[in-house]
């Protein structure tokens, strides 16, 4: 058999031996290129990994950045622009109203008493003149006279003033009251003296223009050198006019009467709707609760006006009983619901109720401290509540919270629509002139 490991390639026979040293050396050289060949992948690897995780840290920062400014933003114009609106429906319901109802002065009334009360308010005045046709001449003479309010601060008791008492001002000059009066005594509130007090209307003591009087305070002679003197005494609720003596131009009977009747109309729609603007919100002022008195005045000083020419003028005086709003509803509702719990209430329709005033002619509005009078028709209640403390309750809290103060704290609210404003509002905010409120109370006529 051959041995065929023994043959050899020609080309192999060819080659030189290589010794041992250079074997080595070949192997080492080997090594070392593929040394320096993985530190320079390891070299790439390493800047690679540090430009990728500085571009990483760049992103996430900025990103940061961006978000924290968007909320920022959110945030202020939450705060800036940030409100709610309350949409709130109280308690309500209606009673119907018939027959008579009694009420008696508020001066009179004591704190204990579980009645109605009614307030005056008098000595309003306005007039009016227009220049009508004359004929001819006429001798007047006519006294001054005005409203004055009579105070009594001596006694508890009630003071009687007979039929011409004579008040003094302070020049001298005496008006009287031409009917017997009584003056009611003071009261106290605390250590404070409430005078009790009348008005009335007083004519000066004669006839004439020197007797016109802006407002002052008067003394009564008759008291004078006793306690009573500095104690009861009287002041102006009006200015004293309508003195006069001398010549003026004289108009018919007929003209007269037709321009009056067209003075008083001018100054009857003009006065109650004063009254009724100058009215504390608090009251209510009803149509057949007012007194009218109509006087002629007389112009002195016609001398600018054409020949055959004169002034016709009227002067007004308004009193009127009016009524405070929530305890008339409050009153009523006590009378007419057996269910009504006590808390305070509104009539919303009340100014739309027919109100009659009884034996309203017989009656002087100056002088009374007891009336009659019939409410009719369907009132509508509505229940209040303290609007001011509402929104201080609810500032700063979460709307979660709202219902559990309603509840606990405002019986009087039925229910509460909030619609708040950014939409991912819903925490009230702490300025409280953003918590706006539309109430929602039903009012209806009778």
Request: net charge positive.
């Amino acid at each position: 058999m051959k041995d065929i490991n023994s043959k050899k390639n020609p080309k192999d026979s060819e080659k030189k031996p290589v010794s041992r040293a250079a074997e080595i050396e070949e192997i080492y050289r080997g090594n070392g290129n593929r040394q320096a060949e993985s530190e320079k992948d390891w070299y790439q690897d390493t800047v690679s990994s540090n430009h990728t995780s500085k571009y990483d840290w760049k992103f996430w920062t900025g990103l940061i950045a961006v978000l924290a400014v968007f909320l920022l933003g959110v945030f202020g114009f939450t705060k800036f622009f940030g409100r709610v609106t309350l949409t709130i429906v109280p308690a309500q319901g209606d009673i119907f109203l018939s027959g008579l109802t009694s009420a008696v002065s508020a001066t009179s009334a004591s704190t204990s008493d579980q009645i109605l009360t009614f307030s005056t308010i008098s000595g309003i005045q306005d007039t009016e003149k227009r220049i009508v046709d004359a004929s001819g001449q006429e001798n007047v003479s006519t006294k001054a006279q005005g409203q004055i309010i009579i105070y009594n601060k001596h006694s508890p008791s009630k003071q009687p003033l007979v039929t011409n008492t004579r008040f003094q001002a302070p020049d001298g000059k005496i008006y009287r009251i031409n009917q017997a009066v009584t003056v009611p005594g003071y009261t106290k509130k605390g250590t404070e003296i409430i005078p009790g007090q009348i008005e009335v209307t007083v004519f000066a003591d004669k006839p004439g223009a020197e007797y016109n009087l802006p407002t002052s305070d008067f003394t009564i002679p008759g008291f004078a050198g006793g306690p009573k003197f500095q104690n009861i005494f009287a002041r102006s609720k009006t200015n004293m006019t309508g003195g006069f003596v001398g010549t003026v131009k004289k108009v018919s009977a007929t003209d007269l009467d037709s321009n009056r009747q067209a003075l008083q109309k001018i100054l009857r729609d003009r006065i109650i709707k004063k009254a009724s603007q100058d009215l504390p919100a608090k009251f209510v002022l009803f149509p057949d609760a007012i007194q009218l008195k109509f006087t002629d005045l007389i112009v002195p000083d016609q001398s600018q006006l054409p020949a055959g020419k004169a002034y016709v003028a009227q002067q007004v005086t308004l009193s009127a009983l009016i009524f405070d709003r929530q305890e008339l509803a409050r009153y009523l509702a006590k009378q007419w619901s057996p269910n009504y719990d006590g808390l305070p209430v509104e009539i919303a329709n009340l100014d739309k109720l027919e109100f009659t005033l009884q034996n309203k002619d017989l009656l002087d509005f100056t002088k009374i401290n007891k009336v009659s009078f019939s409410l009719e028709g369907k009132a509508h209640l509505v229940w209040i509540f303290d609007i001011a403390k509402l929104k201080q309750r609810l500032s700063g809290v979460g709307s979660s919270e709202m219902h559990k103060i309603l509840a606990s704290e405002f019986p009087a609210i039925n229910t509460v629509t909030p619609s708040f404003f950014p939409p991912w509002l819903w925490t009230f905010p702490t300025n409280i002139a953003k918590i706006n409120l539309i109430i929602n109370n039903g009012a209806k006529g009778p």
